[in-house]
Every structure is written in structure tokens, then in C-alpha cells.
């Protein structure tokens, strides 16, 4: 069975940062890319930032390239999302995700629960 769990969500103020962590059971780590994701009340599921499988490169979105970084530790297999510069805007439920390779929501096999994100003005 697929366990996602994430982790580190909360609340921070504008400008501070956190590090969401993914950690991954029941399946081949390497066989699968692992996304984030995030989705506020009303608005589609997006995709944030993404790291593939076979060689470790990493996809951002638009609005948080520069701001957060995406890694993974293969012996752990966990999955950290470090968010720096944080805004209001960013203000959602984080999802980790297998992905059959990065990008878009098409590509999803399995969801974690979700770790919410509040960024205070």
C-alpha cells in the first residue's frame, strides 16, 4: 500500500519560511517522481514543484521559482519542500504526490493527505 504522509505545515508570517517533508512507503522510491502540490478552498489543485525519478531535476512553478527548493533523500526516502520568502498567496493545503513523471495533475498516481500552509500579512 502507497503511504504519503507530509509534514511541517503551519503557521508563519509573511517573509518567514518552512520546510514541508513527504516521507514515502510501499512503493519503489526510484521508480516514481514525487511532486508538490497545493490547492486553496475554490481553486483547482496546482502543481509547485516537482523532482523526477531516474536523475534528481527539479521543476518549479512560475510563482515559486527562487523561493523554494525541492530535494529528496533516497536512503530515507523523504521529500522536503524548503519554502523561503513566504507570502499570503501562498496560503494553502500542500499535497505530496507519485508522479509517473513531473509535470501536472494528469500524472498523479497517489496523494498524500495534505499539511496546511498559512502565511499571516
Known amino acids: 500500500e502507497v503511504q504519503l504522509v507530509e509534514s511541517g505545515g503551519g503557521l508563519v508570517q509573511a517573509g518567514g519560511s518552512l520546510t514541508l517533508s513527504c516521507a514515502a512507503n510501499?512503493?519503489?522510491?526510484?521508480?516514481?517522481?514525487i511532486g508538490w502540490f497545493r490547492q486553496v478552498p475554490g481553486k483547482e489543485r496546482e502543481d509547485v514543484s516537482c523532482?523526477?525519478?531516474?536523475?534528481?531535476?527539479?521543476y518549479y512553478a512560475d510563482f515559486v521559482k527562487g523561493r523554494f527548493t525541492i530535494s529528496r533523500d533516497r536512503a530515507k526516502k523523504l521529500v522536503h519542500l524548503q519554502m523561503n520568502s513566504l507570502n499570503p498567496d501562498d496560503t494553502a493545503v500542500y499535497y505530496c504526490?507519485?508522479?509517473?513523471?513531473?509535470?501536472?495533475?494528469?500524472?498523479?498516481?497517489?496523494w498524500g493527505q495534505g499539511t496546511q500552509v498559512t502565511v499571516s500579512s
Open positions: 523532482i523526477m525519478a531516474h536523475d534528481g531535476s527539479t
Open positions: 504526490a507519485t508522479e509517473y513523471t513531473c509535470w501536472g495533475l494528469d500524472q498523479v498516481a497517489d
Open positions: 510501499g512503493f519503489p522510491f526510484d521508480n516514481y517522481a
